[in-house]
């Protein structure tokens, strides 16, 4: 396991390295762009990173994994973004356009744990889900019982299983290009997609075109796009009884005075299920870094030494207080390990040099989630960074 983390911690791509690392930079900051799930994260790293080093904030902006990957690899000229947050792994047609477009080699370090959390009202009736269940109420196409491929026809809970209320399906969720979004798919996908009737007899992989249909959600109203941590999503939930919300564990926990989980195969999130992998909708979180600008941007080597230390993603660290479920302790070692290779120092900074997280382990207390996260940036961000995106 610690060959395979190095080997994929390692950097990907040498192929236009020296023509990146001559890339011209224009700002004397950190760009960052990524995940709302990481954003808080991201953003408290950054308090740390300032306060200790005496640098300036970096720019953060919460654009979704999905977004944020395309923004990272248009290139590694100075206004493309240093790092990416991703809560899911970047897919292999993502490294590909990476490597087309110069961006050169890119360091992977896992941060740690989420959850991803099914929640419904506690004033609605209490459900209990399997994976198969789930994916018969969201899946746009299903295995009928003569094995041919249907569009869903289960419009109730009941329908999919005779024990579920007798109550509407809606499912609240994040927008496609959200990494919580390719979390849930793989979630209610993974299993299913790699058997019949997907998969052609004679054959171990679906053709092309059946994956994409095994990996859609549907499109009939059942599955409500919104925004990730969008508190209208969590507040619809008291007004439609057979209405679930898909969020993070942090949410999860911030507002479980009014919401429940729906167990999945029989169990709940609990940052032990999660960091075991025992709940299913455990789910790792990413920072890809790009080698060309290590040693370009100014402190961003320090920037990710900041994020890797015990004290910031640890047992005890000040990230835990905020959400993240920590790495067992041989992977930490093993990322730590992969980012010295690069001559990356994790930082010796005392966590009493930084400003303290706010606790958020308030069980039975509501606080507000980050909602309109897509617009957030850091504070400093008065300089032209990037090029406009449609």
Not at 3 to 8: G, N, P, Q, S
Not at 227 to 235: G, K, T, V
């Amino acid at each position: 396991m610690r060959k395979h983390i190095l080997a994929r911690a390692a950097l990907v791509s040498t192929a236009l390295l020296g023509a990146s690392a001559s890339a011209e930079f224009q700002r004397g900051y950190i760009y960052t762009v990524g995940s709302t799930t990481l954003f808080p994260f991201a953003k408290t790293v950054g308090e740390h990173f300032s306060k200790a080093h005496k640098k300036q904030l970096p720019l953060l902006q919460s654009t979704g994994t999905g977004g944020g990957i395309k923004l990272f690899c248009e290139g590694a000229q100075g206004e493309t973004p240093d790092i990416v947050n991703a809560s899911r792994a970047m897919k292999p047609k993502e490294r590909e356009e990476c490597q087309t477009n110069g961006v050169g080699d890119i360091l992977e370090v896992k941060i740690g744990y989420d959850g991803l959390v099914m929640a419904q009202a506690k004033k609605a009736p209490p459900i209990a889900l399997t994976r198969k269940e789930a994916r018969m109420a969201l899946a746009k196409w299903v295995a009928s019982p003569d094995g041919k491929l249907v569009a869903n026809p289960n419009h109730t809970w009941k329908q999919i299983n005779p024990a579920l209320p007798d109550s509407p399906i809606e499912v609240l969720g994040p927008p496609a290009a959200s990494g919580t979004y390719d979390a849930f798919v793989d979630l209610v996908s993974d299993m299913e997609c790699k058997g019949a009737p997907w998969v052609a007899a004679g054959k171990t992989e679906p053709s092309p075109d059946l994956l994409r249909k095994c990996r859609t959600l549907r499109d009939d109203g059942v599955y409500v796009e919104g925004r990730e941590h969008d508190e209208d999503q969590l507040s619809r939930l008291n007004h439609a009884p057979g209405a679930v919300a898909i969020i993070d564990y942090k949410t999860y926990i911030d507002n479980m005075a009014h919401i429940r989980a729906v167990p999945i195969d029989g169990l709940e999130p609990t940052h032990d299920s999660i960091a075991s992998h025992s709940y299913a909708g455990s789910r790792p979180l990413y920072l890809y870094v790009k080698a060309a600008h290590l040693g370009q941007t100014p402190g961003l080597k320090e920037y990710v030494g900041e994020f890797t230390s015990e004290h910031t993603w640890g047992e005890k660290g000040y990230l835990k207080s905020l959400g993240l479920i920590p790495l067992p302790t041989e992977e930490r070692t093993t990322y730590v390990d992969a980012v010295k290779a690069q001559g990356i120092a994790p930082s010796l900074a005392s966590i009493a040099d930084a400003p303290p997280a706010k606790s958020w382990e308030r069980a039975g207390k509501s606080t507000k989630t980050a909602s309109k996260d897509t617009a957030k940036t850091a504070p400093h961000a008065a300089e032209p960074v990037a090029k406009s995106h449609k």
